[in-house]
């Protein structure tokens, strides 16, 4: 069961969810499980910050919605940073899980020059 930690951001008080290994584990499970069609995507929410979805503040702390869309970005930043601090495992895993998509990317993607098959993976 994760930790919960209390923090404050701009006079905001909330608590941020330490995760266990295995509530990680849970994460990334749930990482490919298609969303519900009725949902609309949230497009402006997913790009907002660089490597963090406003979806990603919901999971790991216990702010709700409607009080992340009245801060401001910089402090929905500060509330980022907390939450990294407290799990840096899983942004670290995050991290390797996207360079390594983009270097499979690369070979998937890329054509031998002399007409022989595609490159080894690294």
Known sequence: MAIDIQKEVA????LVHK?????IYELFARADVPRDPSEEPDWIGNVLFEDVTLQDVLTFT?????????MLPGDVEAVISEVK???PHFFA?????E???KRLDAVITSKP??????????
């Open 62 to 70: 216990d702010l709700n919605r409607e009080r992340l869309l009245e």
């Open 11 to 14: 006079g905001i008080t909330f």
């Open 93 to 97: 895993a995050c991290r390797r899980l």
């Open 85 to 87: 601090r407290e799990n």
């Open 19 to 23: 995760l266990t290994i295995r509530e």
């Open 113 to 122: 020059s002399d007409g022989s098959s595609a490159p080894s993976l690294p």
């Open 99 to 101: 360079e390594a998509g």
